[in-house]
């Protein structure tokens, strides 16, 4: 490492003798980026071009009064702090395109002393100015400085790379540490005392991340510390007292100025490195330009130098190890093939290093240190010294072999044992100028020398005299030779490049403008060389290759070329498929091999190995085959290597070998020529290129007919024949003659058959079944069709199919339309069967009601099979009526009744109790309709009864209990008025009567409330008395009782009666009943036990008589009795009833409370009048049941009853609630004699 002086600014001592100020230069920096240089000088500022000693304007002067002791600059380069004995402080903003006014004030700050140090944090504009027993801590913009006392004089400051801490230190060698809000963290005091003159922060690495802080004390001493405080190692000792400490970019070194008048670098760690410069007086200041190698400094006696640090590249390198200095003190081991690293940190200045095998050697100052390889892993190595001696001398060349170290200097040559102990010396007529070792047996390798008057030598080490090899006419510069030492490579300092044979002296080749040369390390007839930023690389008979590059070549092995660029080094891969295409070309396949195994592609030994295999160079197509792992060209070299090469033989081989360089269709032809079609079939089979194996079929056949014909045939094919070559020569083929070509045997429709087997189970599913349809394996075809859901070709299947031979397939393809839920192709399918029934069931499955039932309509049969899906098709979409009916119609009267009785039960729920009723009704109706036998009942039919009789009356009870409901319920009546009251007050009565047992959702409590409170109205004052004395025994709402204690009250003050004209009449025996009683018997006559009938709308009594006819009397005869002419003798109408009546009063006087029913003999009902008798006939739902008779006793009141659940009204109330819902109030079913459409007529 050297340096060289890039100018020197000297400023003349100042004329008057009375001024303090003076020429000596105490501080300096760089700023832009370090492309201007700044120096206080005196009172002044000066500028120039880093590059040049021009000022970039006039000295800067008037802003200090008096000397600036010190100066600072930012980071990027744009700030600038300086101090002065006038105790001021200011900060600088730097803008060179201001011409003269780059420089401008922006700040004043002041102390109460002289301004020793200022400092500028790295992160940011914070700024540390030093005084005598005072600092400060600021930002440009503070209003408000606090200035903080010390109790000694400070004298420099530093900022760490990181800006979390400031150092200072003092006049008696005190340093403290800060944090950047002035808090102390540590005071040090030195070994030995002595002033701090100088600190410097260490920068942050990917190495080191943590600052350190080193200290220069005026005591020669320099020390070290960590951001704690904590020393770092011992101290050091300088040979002079340092006034300056300043750290290279990246840490790598750093410069210390001192008072004996030099600038030296010292290692990281404080190891002496080399002196940078040496002037004529003490050099106070100095600074390294950033990410350069350029030192400002400034001396006492006004001198302002600009120094730049060259250095040499420090490299070496041996096979693919490559050995470099880096930070100077350290040499790196780098494997350039496999990326092996390798450190070692020598802790000096790295002068020389040396590489031989697994050896390094590196020269430190006047130690030779030997190093060994002792541990390789996969992506590192490592090192051990196992050799260190010490020589004083000259060195200009070093090279290390394997049991000594060669040192060159001069004209001699010098080779030491690892001891340091003086092995040989060579002396030669010029200086030296190149020394290589080039290997060979240990203790005897081969040395080059090269000399000034190019003179080119070589030597063995157990060998005292040199032999001269060549001469040429200008100095050497380089020397290589080849692995087998039979080729020298030369570059002179003309940069001309020659390559000799050793042997004969004869020189092979020769180029220009060359900087880099090496040979192949495995195949000596291989070069390369660079130079002028090409490549070039060749084979010595052949012409030179070329490429841009960067760098120089410096190595050369296998397919992997070392190049060089400045510190930089890379590898990079030459393919040598051009060199091994052009032994090809000459057959010179042994040396094809050898530069093909260098680096060529797998094609490329393929390549080589097909050609040698062809001239029947087994042993070279062996060794290709084997490194590409070609096995199945081994087989086949294998397979004829021993075969008698005759015509068949051959033909067979060049085919193959065709085919197995992928010529698959050459081969293919070939196969044909020579007669053996189905050979060439069987290979385009055996590749699955099926269309092929089609198309090479039909040219066989066509060439076998063309050579049976005796020629030309109609085709255009001309048959082969035996005209030609005939020989035997490899690679040629030979013509069979025509008697010996056999007739193909491949079948046409068996190749689709296979083609679609492969195809199926390569996964192309689609092309299989397609290949399947052409061959006629339908089954197949629709069964990957189906199997993969492609229905467009189960459809197109499907139609080409004839029902007569493939009704089977026409139904497998029906089963995978419904498979796949399609519908329109099943029924395509089951109408192409003309099969009705799964067409149906089709339908049903895939809910298409409306073609299901138009084939119902013709086919009643077919019909049931959709009644009961269809039904719960309903079902689901919540169509609970229809579903009924559906499932009624289909006889499923277990699930019609589970659903009346779910349903029932949710109206319950929601309290919809004239839905509850409807639904209860259309139970009692399932239950009567399924009694055999109503009169004689067993088993079955009286259970059936039972539940007949017991829903009937549910019905009933949620009928009027909808009224009570509402009456209690809802905000708003829809009636008011006497009238209103007496409705509730009868349908009260009316659920008392029915009553039985509890029933979900009927609350007697409402019953009894709603029932006092509408006869407290209509003055039925003993009922109410009655109502309020049972709701004692019911747990009622909070709300209700105070209401019911005081009408309670209220009522005992009435009489207790009830007005007659409300109580319940008997028209049987013309007896008032109570409305209510204890017994709650309310459903009979308490005189004649006569059943109370009521109006299914306003529950009044209605004046109804119960009469049966005599049993010989069917319903047709006594509708015609009445419908007959009325004869009248002695009697008025009525009065035969009225007698029939009377007869059967005074029989049930005597017969202990029983009742009986009146009976009508002929006479008797054809006395009556149509429009008086109503009759109850339940008939249509059960065909064994009595048909019941009521008159109407008061004519003027007519009554209708319902044909449908036998429920009588006033003809008046049931003709409104018919006009407003068109259908009976109570069972809901409308008149049929309105046409009513049937659930499947959709």
């Given at each position: 490492?050297?340096?060289k002086?890039?100018w020197?600014?000297?400023?003349?001592?100042?004329n008057e003798?009375?001024?303090n100020?003076?020429?000596?230069?105490?501080?300096?920096?760089?700023?832009?980026?370090?492309?201007?240089?700044?120096?206080?000088?005196?009172?002044?500022l000066?500028?120039?071009?880093?590059?040049?000693?021009?000022?970039?304007?006039?000295?800067l002067?008037?802003?200090?009064?008096?000397?600036?002791?010190?100066?600072?600059?930012?980071?990027?380069?744009?700030?600038?702090?300086?101090?002065s004995?006038d105790?001021?402080v200011i900060?600088?903003?730097?803008?060179?395109?201001?011409?003269?006014?780059?420089?401008?004030?922006?700040?004043?700050?002041?102390?109460s002393?002289?301004?020793?140090?200022?400092?500028?944090?790295?992160?940011?504009?914070q700024?540390?100015?030093?005084?005598?027993?005072?600092?400060?801590?600021?930002?440009?913009?503070?209003s408000?400085i606090?200035?903080?006392?010390?109790?000694?004089?400070i004298?420099?400051?530093?900022?760490s790379?990181?800006?979390?801490?400031?150092?200072?230190g003092?006049?008696?060698?005190?340093i403290?540490?800060?944090?950047?809000q002035?808090?102390q963290?540590?005071?040090?005091?030195?070994?030995?005392?002595?002033?701090?003159?100088?600190?410097?922060?260490?920068?942050?690495?990917?190495?080191?991340?943590?600052?350190?802080?080193t200290?220069?004390?005026?005591?020669?001493?320099l020390?070290?510390?960590?951001?704690?405080?904590?020393q770092?190692?011992?101290?050091?000792?300088l040979?002079?007292?340092p006034?300056?400490i300043?750290?290279?970019?990246?840490?790598?070194?750093?410069?210390?100025?001192?008072?004996?008048?030099?600038?030296?670098?010292?290692?990281?760690?404080?190891?002496?490195?080399?002196e940078?410069?040496?002037?004529?007086?003490?050099?106070w200041?100095?600074?390294?330009?950033?990410?350069?190698?350029?030192?400002?400094?400034?001396?006492?006696?006004?001198?302002?130098?600009?120094?730049?640090?060259?250095?040499?590249n420090?490299?070496?390198?041996?096979?693919d190890?490559?050995?470099?200095?880096?930070?100077?003190t350290?040499?790196?081991?780098?494997?350039?093939?496999?990326?092996?690293?390798?450190?070692?940190k020598?802790k000096?200045?790295?002068k020389?290093?040396a590489i031989?095998?697994?050896?390094?050697?590196?020269?430190?100052?006047?130690?030779?240190?030997?190093?060994?390889?002792?541990?390789?892993?996969?992506d590192?190595?490592?090192?051990?010294?196992?050799?260190?001696?010490q020589?004083?001398?000259?060195c200009?060349?070093?090279?290390?072999?394997?049991?000594?170290?060669?040192?060159?200097?001069g004209?001699?040559?010098?080779?030491?044992?690892?001891?340091?102990?003086?092995?040989?010396?060579?002396?030669?007529?010029?200086?030296?100028?190149?020394?290589?070792?080039?290997?060979g047996?240990?203790?005897?390798?081969?040395?080059?020398?090269?000399?000034e008057?190019?003179?080119?030598?070589?030597?063995?080490?157990?060998?005292?005299f040199?032999?001269?090899?060549?001469?040429?006419?200008?100095?050497?510069?380089?020397?290589?030779?080849?692995?087998?030492?039979?080729?020298?490579?030369?570059?002179?300092?003309?940069q001309?490049?020659?390559?000799?044979?050793?042997?004969?002296?004869?020189?092979?080749?020769?180029?220009?403008?060359?900087?880099?040369?090496?040979?192949?390390?495995?195949?000596?007839?291989?070069?390369?060389?660079?130079?002028?930023?090409?490549?070039?690389?060749?084979?010595?008979?052949?012409?030179?290759?070329?490429?841009k590059i960067?760098?120089?070549?410096?190595?050369?092995?296998?397919?992997?070329?070392f190049?060089q660029?400045?510190?930089?080094?890379?590898?990079?891969?030459?393919?040598?498929?051009?060199?091994?295409?052009?032994?090809l070309?000459k057959?010179?396949?042994?040396?094809?091999?050898?530069?093909?195994?260098?680096?060529?592609?797998?094609q490329?030994?393929?390549?080589?190995g097909?050609?040698?295999?062809?001239a029947?160079?087994f042993?070279?197509a062996?060794?290709?085959?084997?490194?590409?792992?070609?096995?199945?060209?081994?087989?086949?070299l294998?397979?004829?290597?021993k075969?008698?090469?005759?015509?068949?033989?051959?033909?067979?081989?060049?085919?193959?070998?065709?085919?197995?360089?992928?010529?698959?269709?050459?081969?293919?032809?070939?196969?044909?020529?020579?007669g053996?079609?189905?050979?060439?079939?069987?290979?385009?089979?055996?590749?699955?290129?099926?269309?092929?194996?089609i198309?090479?079929?039909?040219?066989g056949?066509?060439?076998?007919?063309?050579?049976?014909?005796?020629?030309r045939?109609?085709?255009?094919?001309?048959?082969?024949t035996?005209?030609?070559?005939?020989?035997t020569?490899?690679?040629?083929?030979?013509?069979?003659?025509p008697?010996d070509?056999?007739?193909?045997?491949i079948?046409?429709?068996?190749?689709?058959?296979?083609?679609?087997e492969w195809?199926k189970e390569s996964?192309?599913w689609?092309?299989?079944?397609?290949?399947?349809?052409t061959?006629?394996?339908?089954?197949?075809?629709?069964?990957?069709?189906?199997?993969?859901?492609?229905?467009?070709?189960?459809?197109?299947?499907?139609?080409?199919?004839?029902?007569?031979e493939?009704?089977d397939n026409?139904?497998?393809c029906a089963?995978?339309f419904k498979?796949?839920?399609?519908?329109?192709?099943?029924?395509?399918?089951?109408?192409?069967l003309?099969?009705?029934?799964n067409?149906?069931?089709?339908?049903?499955?895939?809910?298409?009601?409306?073609?299901?039932?138009?084939?119902?309509?013709?086919?009643?049969?077919?019909?049931?099979?959709?009644?009961?899906?269809?039904?719960d098709?309903?079902?689901?979409?919540d169509?609970?009526e229809?579903?009924?009916?559906?499932?009624k119609?289909?006889?499923?009267?277990?699930?019609?009744?589970k659903?009346?009785?779910?349903?029932?039960?949710?109206?319950?729920?929601?309290?919809?109790?004239?839905?509850?009723?409807q639904?209860l009704?259309?139970?009692?109706?399932?239950?009567?309709?399924?009694?055999?036998?109503?009169?004689?009942?067993?088993?079955?039919?009286?259970?059936?009864?039972?539940?007949?009789k017991d829903?009937s009356?549910?019905?009933?009870?949620?009928?009027?209990?909808?009224?009570?409901h509402?009456?209690?319920?809802e905000?708003?009546?829809?009636l008011?008025?006497?009238?209103?009251?007496?409705?509730?007050?009868?349908?009260?009565?009316?659920i008392?009567?029915?009553?039985?047992?509890?029933?979900?959702?009927?609350?007697m409590?409402?019953?009894?409330?709603?029932?006092?409170k509408?006869?407290?109205?209509?003055?039925?004052?003993?009922?109410?008395?009655?109502?309020?004395?049972?709701?004692?025994?019911f747990?009622i709402?909070a709300?209700?009782?105070?209401?019911?204690?005081?009408?309670?009250?209220l009522?005992r003050?009435?009489?207790?009666?009830?007005?007659e004209s409300k109580?319940?009449?008997?028209?049987?025996?013309?007896?008032?009943?109570?409305?209510?009683?204890?017994?709650?018997?309310?459903?009979?006559?308490n005189?004649?036990?006569?059943p109370?009938?009521?109006?299914?709308?306003s529950?009044q009594?209605?004046p109804?008589?119960e009469?049966?006819?005599?049993?010989?009397?069917q319903?047709?005869?006594?509708?015609?009795?009445?419908?007959?002419?009325?004869?009248?003798?002695?009697k008025?109408?009525g009065q035969?009833?009225?007698?029939?009546?009377?007869?059967?009063?005074?029989?049930?006087?005597?017969?202990?409370?029983?009742?009986?029913?009146?009976?009508?003999?002929?006479?008797?009902?054809?006395?009556?009048?149509?429009?008086?008798?109503?009759?109850?006939?339940?008939?249509?739902?059960?065909?064994?049941i009595?048909?019941?008779?009521?008159?109407?006793?008061v004519?003027?009141?007519?009554?209708?009853?319902?044909?449908?659940?036998?429920?009588?009204?006033?003809?008046?109330e049931?003709e409104?609630?018919?006009?407003?819902?068109?259908?009976?109030?109570f069972?809901?079913?409308?008149?049929?004699?309105?046409?009513?459409?049937?659930?499947?007529?959709?």
């Amino acid at each position: 490492m050297k340096t060289k002086e890039l100018w020197t600014y000297t400023i003349d001592k100042p004329n008057e003798p009375n001024s303090n100020l003076t020429n000596q230069v105490f501080a300096c920096a760089f700023l832009k980026d370090g492309d201007v240089v700044v120096a206080a000088v005196g009172n002044a500022l000066l500028l120039f071009d880093t590059q040049k000693s021009e000022m970039l304007r006039p000295p800067l002067r008037g802003q200090h009064k008096d000397t600036i002791t010190c100066l600072a600059a930012s980071k990027d380069g744009n700030k600038m702090v300086t101090g002065s004995t006038d105790k001021t402080v200011i900060v600088w903003g730097f803008n060179i395109t201001r011409g003269e006014k780059m420089l401008d004030a922006e700040k004043w700050f002041s102390h109460s002393e002289a301004i020793q140090c200022v400092a500028i944090s790295p992160l940011m504009y914070q700024i540390f100015t030093g005084s005598n027993q005072e600092y400060s801590l600021w930002i440009p913009g503070m209003s408000n400085i606090e200035r903080q006392k010390y109790k000694e004089k400070i004298i420099c400051a530093a900022w760490s790379a990181d800006g979390q801490y400031v150092s200072f230190g003092t006049l008696s060698g005190m340093i403290v540490i800060t944090d950047r809000q002035a808090h102390q963290l540590k005071e040090i005091q030195t070994q030995k005392g002595g002033p701090v003159w100088c600190m410097e922060w260490t920068p942050i690495t990917s190495e080191y991340q943590q600052s350190q802080l080193t200290v220069g004390v005026w005591m020669n001493s320099l020390y070290q510390f960590d951001c704690n405080g904590q020393q770092i190692g011992a101290r050091t000792e300088l040979p002079f007292d340092p006034l300056h400490i300043n750290y290279q970019y990246n840490g790598e070194y750093m410069a210390i100025a001192g008072n004996n008048n030099k600038i030296n670098l010292y290692t990281r760690e404080g190891g002496f490195l080399m002196e940078a410069c040496s002037l004529n007086d003490w050099v106070w200041c100095s600074k390294i330009k950033p990410k350069s190698t350029l030192i400002v400094c400034g001396t006492n006696d006004g001198d302002i130098v600009v120094q730049e640090l060259l250095s040499e590249n420090v490299t070496a390198l041996y096979d693919d190890k490559f050995v470099q200095r880096e930070q100077l003190t350290d040499a790196i081991i780098l494997s350039m093939i496999s990326n092996q690293k390798a450190r070692i940190k020598c802790k000096e200045l790295v002068k020389r290093v040396a590489i031989f095998k697994e050896k390094v050697a590196i020269l430190c100052g006047i130690k030779v240190l030997i190093y060994t390889c002792v541990i390789k892993g996969e992506d590192f190595m490592k090192y051990k010294q196992f050799k260190k001696f010490q020589k004083r001398v000259d060195c200009e060349h070093f090279q290390l072999a394997s049991s000594n170290v060669l040192i060159g200097a001069g004209q001699k040559l010098i080779a030491f044992n690892f001891n340091g102990d003086m092995d040989k010396t060579w002396s030669f007529e010029s200086p030296i100028t190149v020394v290589t070792c080039q290997g060979g047996a240990p203790k005897r390798e081969l040395v080059l020398v090269g000399l000034e008057n190019g003179g080119v030598y070589k030597i063995f080490l157990d060998n005292s005299f040199p032999i001269q090899i060549h001469k040429v006419n200008t100095p050497i510069k380089y020397l290589t030779m080849s692995q087998t030492k039979r080729k020298l490579a030369l570059i002179d300092g003309n940069q001309n490049l020659q390559v000799l044979d050793t042997i004969s002296k004869e020189i092979l080749f020769g180029e220009m403008s060359v900087e880099g040369v090496a040979f192949n390390q495995e195949f000596e007839d291989l070069i390369a060389y660079s130079g002028k930023g090409l490549l070039f690389f060749k084979c010595i008979t052949f012409p030179a290759l070329n490429q841009k590059i960067t760098g120089n070549v410096i190595g050369f092995k296998g397919c992997k070329l070392f190049l060089q660029n400045n510190n930089q080094v890379q590898t990079i891969d030459i393919q040598q498929t051009a060199n091994m295409q052009r032994y090809l070309e000459k057959k010179d396949f042994q040396n094809a091999l050898k530069i093909a195994c260098l680096g060529v592609t797998e094609q490329d030994i393929r390549a080589l190995g097909i050609e040698a295999l062809i001239a029947g160079e087994f042993e070279i197509a062996r060794r290709c085959f084997l490194r590409n792992k070609d096995y199945q060209f081994i087989d086949l070299l294998l397979k004829y290597e021993k075969k008698n090469m005759d015509a068949q033989a051959l033909n067979e081989l060049n085919a193959e070998a065709l085919a197995y360089q992928g010529r698959f269709m050459d081969a293919g032809n070939l196969l044909i020529k020579v007669g053996q079609a189905d050979r060439a079939v069987q290979l385009f089979k055996e590749l699955r290129r099926w269309d092929d194996a089609i198309n090479f079929a039909k040219k066989g056949d066509v060439a076998y007919r063309a050579v049976t014909s005796g020629g030309r045939t109609g085709t255009g094919v001309r048959a082969p024949t035996s005209q030609g070559r005939t020989g035997t020569g490899r690679g040629q083929a030979v013509m069979p003659q025509p008697q010996d070509i056999a007739p193909p045997k491949i079948e046409m429709n068996m190749l689709l058959r296979e083609q679609a087997e492969w195809t199926k189970e390569s996964g192309d599913w689609k092309a299989a079944a397609d290949l399947f349809v052409t061959c006629g394996e339908f089954k197949k075809a629709i069964e990957l069709y189906g199997q993969n859901k492609y229905l467009e070709g189960l459809i197109n299947v499907c139609r080409m199919l004839d029902r007569q031979e493939n009704s089977d397939n026409i139904v497998l393809c029906a089963n995978y339309f419904k498979k796949l839920k399609h519908h329109g192709g099943a029924k395509e399918a089951y109408l192409k069967l003309n099969d009705l029934k799964n067409l149906m069931t089709l339908h049903v499955e895939f809910q298409k009601w409306q073609e299901a039932f138009q084939i119902g309509r013709s086919n009643k049969e077919l019909l049931e099979i959709a009644k009961v899906p269809y039904a719960d098709y309903l079902l689901l979409n919540d169509r609970y009526e229809d579903a009924l009916k559906a499932y009624k119609s289909a006889g499923r009267f277990d699930i019609t009744m589970k659903m009346t009785k779910d349903m029932a039960k949710n109206c319950i729920e929601e309290q919809r109790y004239h839905d509850a009723s409807q639904y209860l009704w259309n139970l009692a109706i399932d239950c009567l309709s399924q009694i055999q036998d109503y009169q004689n009942p067993s088993g079955d039919d009286v259970k059936a009864i039972t539940q007949y009789k017991d829903y009937s009356d549910l019905a009933d009870v949620y009928y009027a209990y909808q009224k009570i409901h509402s009456f209690i319920c809802e905000p708003f009546q829809p009636l008011s008025g006497e009238s209103y009251f007496l409705q509730i007050m009868n349908s009260a009565r009316f659920i008392i009567s029915k009553w039985k047992s509890v029933y979900q959702g009927i609350k007697m409590s409402y019953v009894y409330y709603a029932l006092a409170k509408c006869a407290v109205q209509l003055a039925c004052f003993k009922t109410a008395r009655i109502c309020y004395e049972k709701l004692n025994q019911f747990k009622i709402p909070a709300e209700w009782s105070e209401e019911i204690d005081l009408q309670s009250l209220l009522v005992r003050s009435k009489p207790y009666t009830d007005d007659e004209s409300k109580l319940p009449l008997c028209m049987r025996c013309q007896t008032y009943n109570a409305i209510i009683n204890v017994n709650e018997k309310l459903q009979f006559c308490n005189a004649c036990l006569h059943p109370l009938f009521c109006s299914f709308i306003s529950f009044q009594t209605l004046p109804l008589v119960e009469f049966k006819v005599d049993n010989t009397l069917q319903r047709d005869d006594v509708q015609r009795l009445l419908n007959s002419e009325k004869v009248f003798v002695n009697k008025r109408p009525g009065q035969l009833f009225q007698d029939k009546v009377n007869e059967i009063i005074q029989q049930q006087q005597t017969s202990q409370d029983q009742y009986l029913v009146v009976e009508l003999d002929e006479a008797a009902v054809q006395s009556l009048s149509p429009e008086e008798v109503l009759i109850v006939d339940y008939r249509q739902y059960c065909s064994t049941i009595d048909v019941k008779y009521y008159k109407n006793m008061v004519g003027e009141q007519p009554i209708h009853v319902c044909p449908d659940c036998g429920r009588f009204f006033y003809v008046d109330e049931h003709e409104f609630e018919y006009v407003q819902k068109r259908c009976c109030p109570f069972c809901r079913i409308s008149d049929k004699k309105i046409p009513q459409k049937d659930v499947f007529d959709i």
